[in-house]
């Protein structure tokens, strides 16, 4: 079993910064993508970055410039600096990997339960 646990969330005025943590843990044999999405109520869910294990990155246009995601592989963990908040990135923050399990082949997609981002004066 593969769990995924997000933290770093919270309540931020405009234009500060918060820095997301997801960390995974279970009988993991490698990770591949590792990314972030976020959900505002009544919204999709959309990708905000994705990272891939050998280190290039894909962001999304409305927060390019702003945001950051790394990973630290042998923690398996990956990382979201987000600087220059808006209002409009209040939201839900997903992590999501796609994991192979020790002992399988076949990989598979792996959520966890969100972190709340609230930006507000």
């Known amino acids: 079993q593969v769990h995924l646990v997000e933290s770093g969330g919270g309540l931020v005025q405009p234009g500060g910064s918060l820095r997301l943590s997801c960390a995974a843990s279970?009988?993991?044999?490698?990770?591949?993508?590792m990314g972030w999405y976020r959900q505002a109520p009544g919204k999709q869910r959309e990708l905000v970055a994705v990272?891939?294990?050998?280190?290039?990155?894909n962001y999304a246009d409305f927060v390019q410039g702003r945001f950051t995601i790394s990973r630290d592989n042998a923690k398996n963990t990956v990382y979201l600096q987000m600087n220059s908040l808006k209002p409009e990135d209040t939201a839900a923050y997903y992590c999501?990997?796609?994991?192979?399990?020790?002992?399988?082949?076949?990989?598979?997609?792996?959520w966890g339960q969100g972190t709340q981002v609230t930006v507000s004066s």
């Open positions: 990272i891939i294990s050998g280190g290039s990155t």
């Open positions: 279970g009988s993991i044999f490698s990770i591949n993508n």
């Open positions: 999501k990997a796609d994991v192979t399990v020790t002992g399988y082949r076949v990989a598979f997609v792996s």
